[in-house]
Nanobody
Framework: QVQLLESGGGSVESGGSLKLNCTVSGNTATDLMGWFRQVSGKEREAVASIASRTGVAYADSASGRFIISRDKKTKTLYLQMNNLKPEDSAMYYC????????????????????WGRGTQVSVSS
């Protein structure tokens, strides 16, 4: 089992920045990790992912503005979000794939077996 706990969400004005954190506990052998977001009434969508073998990947909406990184020593996943826009407002979830898969793509929701409870990001215009 893997436990994920997000923090760092909040309210900012358009153009501002936030850094989300996700601490990992339990079976930390997982490699593929990612960030997803969801607006009430809509599908949960991928934001970014990171894995040793494949590197980093970003959704088009995040590319050029967000940076995913992790510190394996502290077992923490990060998402630096810059130049935030009102459309980035959502609940952000940290996710981890099960060690050994199955994998359906580095940004595919189906690849991720473990989820945190989320942290809210609100961007005002």
């Amino acid at each position: 089992q893997v436990q994920l706990l997000e923090s760092g969400g909040g309210s900012v004005e358009s153009g501002g920045s936030l850094k989300l954190n996700c601490t990992v506990s339990g079976n930390t052998a997982t490699d593929l990790m990612g960030w997803f977001r969801q607006v009430s009434g809509k599908e949960r969508e991928a934001v970014a992912s990171i894995a040793s073998r494949t590197g980093v990947a970003y959704a088009d909406s995040a590319s050029g503005r967000f940076i995913i990184s992790r510190d394996k020593k502290t077992k923490t996943l990060y998402l630096q979000m810059n130049n935030l826009k009102p459309e980035d407002s959502a609940m952000y979830y940290c996710a981890a794939a099960a060690p050994g898969g199955p994998y359906f793509g580095v940004l595919a929701r189906a690849s991720f077996a473990y989820w945190g409870r989320g942290t809210q990001v609100s961007v005002s215009s």
